[in-house]
């Protein structure tokens, strides 16, 4: 019996396992952690047959040797023990191509980006549903890619959000519709150069067979046709606006699209239609619509979802009102970028809740519109005392280091009164690590304060 091990015990690893294991592999898991839940998981997966090692790395020693190895997504892919894997010839892939393995016979949409992913795979998925296809969201959104691939029925389509640490240890991936969201400095801890991320996120889109790209960013509006020379193009802006002759734009209220440099354009549906604010969701509008028509889903089916579309939890998820104050949970907001989009976003004067583990970026453009639009900030986490001096270094001294949560959003509630504030906006422009899990559990932190103090 051939034997695989999987690195990573979460919901992407399980999965793993238990398509594995279905396939007729000798499945160990393995992980560095351990914990009560994590112990739990390990004896429910006993009886399933499958070995789950905690507090354990891989080491290919003679108990650890594989034919295959499979990468859960958050696990770095240039870690010494898969350096040397592919050294001894010992195959490395990631969960994502293994489950491209098992479903590539449904065709796929793939999402990748720095930011604008999670809402666009959402609104993907909810245009595709509509139309009546089964068209599950998988990836770094809804269902592990294997989970999926557990499922009895072969999806219609598969809606994958996939990041470039997917991409990286996914050879063979090849979309059906390739989207490319946004590119900004992100990640460069671990993929080291801007170039060599563009590169990595590249790779998905060279192996699509149509491609989508947010024409109004403005590093892949750089790189144009010259790189991408039958890509559809998207722009808020209007039809003038496109980088080639085909694509889909926004003109007197209208989605348009014009898919064919020879074809006349259409009306699609009106963009009043997206409940949700911002001009950078009217792009991922554009891009969601973009997938649906090359997949030749009709308007009607467009229109009905998009109507009832409510947004992303975590990202710019209004929450609740008190005393005519919006608070709103932007949580999914991990870098500057992010940030200054839910800055943006929101009416002014707000109260922003900002802070927590810091990552490497361009902070100017997020410092400049706190200056515009923040009557002040509170700081959470442990880039608090980093982002007072870079406030302070700018000129803006209406800021608190408050620490938690559970400080900053009573204290929020009532500058906002001071100031007369109409929103308290947790966008922190920072990983959740040094506090948290994971930005959701962040978000759902900051939603049920929220909550307990409006109660």
């Not at 739990?40 to 009886?47: F, G, H, I, N, S």
Request: hydrophobic share 45%.
């Amino acid at each position: 019996m051939p034997r695989a091990s999987v690195i990573g015990l979460g919901k992407s690893g399980v999965a793993t396992a238990r398509l594995l294991k279905r396939e007729g592999w000798e499945v160990v898991l393995s992980d560095s952690n351990t914990s009560p839940s994590l112990l739990k998981q390990q004896q429910e997966l006993a009886t399933e047959q499958i070995t789950a090692k905690l507090g354990h790395s891989l080491d290919l020693n003679g108990t650890d040797l594989s034919d295959l190895i499979v990468v859960s997504p958050g696990v770095p892919w240039d870690i010494p023990v898969l350096v040397k894997a592919r050294e001894l010839g010992i195959e490395t892939i990631g969960e994502m191509e293994l489950a491209w393995r098992y479903l590539q016979a449904s065709p796929w949409v793939g999402i990748t980006g720095t930011n604008g992913k999670t809402t666009t795979t959402a609104l993907i998925a909810a245009i595709f549903q509509a139309a009546g296809l089964n068209a599950p969201a998988c990836g770094n959104i809804g269902y592990a890619a294997c989970e999926v691939a557990l499922s009895e029925k072969l999806p219609d389509w598969v809606i994958a959000e996939i990041s470039s640490y997917q991409i990286e240890s996914s050879v063979t991936l090849a979309p059906r519709i390739g989207i490319w969201t946004t590119f900004t400095p992100d990640h460069l801890a671990r993929h080291k150069t801007l170039e060599n991320y563009y590169n990595i996120k590249a790779n998905l889109l060279k192996q699509s067979h149509f491609q989508v790209f947010n024409g109004d960013d403005s590093y892949l509006n750089k790189m144009g046709i010259s790189h991408w020379p039958d890509a559809y193009w998207t722009s808020v802006k209007g039809e003038d606006f496109l980088v080639s002759e085909q694509g889909f734009y926004i003109e007197d209220g209208w989605v348009v699209e014009k898919l064919k440099p020879t074809s006349k354009p259409e009306r699609v549906i009106s963009a009043s239609a997206l409940r949700m604010v911002g001009e950078h969701n009217l792009q991922n509008l554009l891009m969601a619509v973009a997938a649906a028509r090359l997949a030749e889903i009709s308007h009607d089916a467009i229109d009905i979802a998009i109507r009832k579309f409510s947004g992303v939890p975590h990202r710019l998820e209004h929450i609740c009102s008190w005393e005519g104050i919006d608070f709103i949970n932007d949580s999914k907001a991990t870098n500057y970028d992010a940030a200054e989009v839910g800055l943006v976003s929101v009416n002014s004067p707000a109260i922003l809740i900002a802070g927590g583990e810091a990552k490497p970026g361009d902070d100017n453009g997020w410092l400049s519109k706190i200056q515009a639009k923040a009557a002040a900030v509170l700081l959470i986490g442990s880039a608090a005392p980093a982002f007072a001096q870079r406030l302070h270094s700018v000129g803006y001294t209406n800021y608190e280091i408050v620490e938690t949560m559970a400080k900053a959003v009573p204290r929020s509630a009532a500058l906002a009164q001071e100031y007369h504030a109409s929103v308290v906006l947790l966008s922190p422009a920072c990983a959740s690590f040094d506090q948290y899990p994971n930005f959701e559990a962040r978000g759902d932190d900051f939603r049920h304060l929220c909550l307990a103090w409006v109660g």
